[in-house]
């Protein structure tokens, strides 16, 4: 049971911890949890940290506790937020929680036979029958307006640079979540919550319901927001985009990029944050990347735990091959390894012509596909000329004027890898 703490200090992420919090950790299996926001019926990498937090709570011991807001969703938290919120409704709301509860079930063991199972629950099941007038009694009355002003969320959005103000739905906010912890106490032992640094005041709230409402004691920690050493935000693609745990969403070859992309300085702090590897493992991993930093033995360490971590050794091994084909020396059948999805993903944005299946079936001259059929080049004499200088390839192999692209030529049975040169690339799409 002990040690779990220990372990979040030195991978830097302990943030603020309520005093007493380690001795209860060390004393018994302790019932914990963390809120997730059902924003999306996908978790992106934001979401890591506290899915990691609970399984380091797991893998010590304790019975981690996955709270989906799904009543909180329909309101908002204002926390470090300018403006509110879009509500959600109740059928969005399902979509939503059914989608990240499929996720969560490959980090957690919920196998409910062993006493620190995982539970996932939804808050808008204890909240839906609610009546204000309960509420009111229930939980407004334990807490005061001075109490709840002082909290940095609302003091933000209240002060004098504040042009939007706060509405009495998000203001409420925080006693909702407060109310989660005394009733996940109640009705489960829960004794703690975590979350990102910037949640200490709602979840301090709920801590003092447990202690007014039931003269009991509740614990906490936080954990620092994830941060990137130039200043900008963690978690988004080059291209602005989130990068998503759902692989329809991000395939698991962008994702092994994102990773793969990290600076020396970020990805010396995240192998601690989002791997399992033990201290010596990373401090040894730190110094060989130090020595040969040209390797870049810390990108591919972390890209290669995080890919198995989120999808598994096999998109690994395709991500792998998918990098070798866009940046290293493949071959055909690398390429013909690729599948569908991975080949798109790892073309993204390449031109693209649709050429039909029935006019492949006897063959097209490879000059025809390169000019008018494709548009690749501009004229059949530029398809001739960088023919004879030996700089077109079809699915990665050189070809000659006498070439003719078949059927026999598809990849994934619908598509054919042009290029001219290195890295000019283009893509038919037989239909």
């Not at 509110?84 to 929680?97: A, W």
Request: proline letters at 2%.
């Amino acid at each position: 049971m002990s040690g779990l703490i220990q372990e979040l200090q030195w991978r830097g992420l302990i943030h603020t911890i309520m005093p007493g919090t380690e001795e209860q950790l060390g004393k018994e299996m302790t019932t914990g949890y963390c809120g997730f926001d059902p924003t999306a019926d996908s978790l992106h990498v934001g979401s890591l940290v506290p899915i990691i937090l609970l399984m380091h709570m797991q893998r010590h011991g304790h019975k981690p506790i996955a709270l989906v807001g799904g009543a909180t969703g329909m309101i908002g938290d204002p926390t470090g937020k300018s403006a509110e919120r879009n509500l959600l409704d109740e059928e969005t709301l399902d979509k939503f929680i059914k989608g990240i509860h499929g996720q969560l079930e490959r980090f957690l063991d919920f196998d409910e036979s062993k006493p620190n199972a995982a539970v996932m629950v939804n808050n808008y099941d204890w909240m839906k029958e609610f009546s204000f007038i309960d509420f009111a009694r229930t939980v407004g009355k334990h807490i005061t307006v001075n109490y709840m002003m002082a909290k940095d969320s609302v003091k933000s959005r209240l002060g004098a640079d504040s042009t939007v103000g706060m509405s009495f739905t998000e203001f409420t906010y925080q006693l909702i979540q407060g109310y989660d912890f005394l009733h996940l106490y109640k009705t489960m032992g829960a004794k703690l919550q975590f979350g990102g640094s910037d949640q200490w005041g709602n979840i301090t709230t709920g801590t003092e319901l447990i202690r007014r409402v039931e003269q009991g004691e509740g614990f906490a920690f936080t954990c620092p927001l994830t941060t990137k050493a130039d200043g900008t935000k963690f978690g988004k693609s080059e291209g602005g985009e989130n990068v998503w745990l759902d692989s329809n969403r991000t395939s698991p070859y962008k994702f092994y990029q994102f990773w793969l992309n990290q600076s020396d300085d970020d990805s010396e702090k995240y192998i601690k944050i989002y791997t399992f590897l033990n201290q010596n493992e990373i401090e040894e991993l730190v110094q060989k990347h130090k020595t040969e930093p040209h390797l870049r033995q810390l990108q591919k360490r972390l890209a290669e735990e995080l890919t198995i971590l989120v999808h598994g050794k096999e998109e690994l091994d395709n991500a792998i091959k998918a990098s070798e084909v866009l940046f290293g020396k493949s071959t055909t059948e690398d390429l013909k390894s690729l599948n569908s999805n991975t080949f798109l993903a790892v073309f993204e944005g390449v031109p693209q012509a649709i050429i039909s299946k029935e006019e492949l079936n006897s063959g097209i001259n490879i000059i025809d596909v390169l000019s008018e059929k494709s548009g690749f080049l501009t004229s059949k004499s530029e398809a001739r000329r960088e023919l004879k200088s030996n700089a077109i390839s079809v699915n990665k192999e050189k070809v000659g004027e006498e070439f003719n692209l078949t059927t026999n030529d598809l990849l994934s049975e619908k598509y054919v890898l042009l290029q001219k040169g290195k890295k000019n690339y283009f893509i038919l799409i037989i239909e």
